[in-house]
């Protein structure tokens, strides 16, 4: 069986007032977009698994072969809708599990 190798990146952003969880999604989507480009976006695979609100944290999830990449792309990320903001990656894991300790559960509604 051919089995896709990932990883999974436990981000946290950095920003001066609270920002939407759909606005970093956007803006971590647009920054892929414009520095690796669609093909490499298609290449890439990233997908956004979760991100907290409350706290800024957050769990990606890339092709293995593109961590670097998706490393570079966070660290140029300099703004979330005109308000300042970067990214920091904190873990990198193979699981999600190993990285779910990082992020506290979010109370229900």
């Given amino acids: 069986m051919n089995r896709r190798s ?10 001066k007032e609270a ?6 999604e956007q803006t971590v989507r647009r920054s892929v977009e414009e520095i690796v480009g669609k ?16 706290d800024g944290k957050g769990i990606l999830r890339c092709k293995s072969q593109r961590v670097e990449s998706l490393r570079a792309v966070l660290a140029l990320i300099t703004n979330v809708d005109g308000t300042p903001a970067a ?8 699981t999600i599990k190993a990285l ?10």
């Avoid at 990214?87 to 193979?94: E, I």
């Fill in 6 to 15: 990932r990883r999974y990146l436990l981000i946290r952003f950095l920003t």
């Fill in 87 to 94: 990214a920091m990656v904190l873990r990198s894991s193979g």
């Fill in 100 to 109: 779910k300790a990082g992020i506290p559960r979010r109370p229900r509604p």
């Fill in 19 to 24: 920002v939407s969880a759909k606005a970093l």
């Fill in 39 to 54: 093909f490499g976006s298609a290449e890439m695979n990233m997908r956004v698994i979760d991100i907290q609100e409350t």
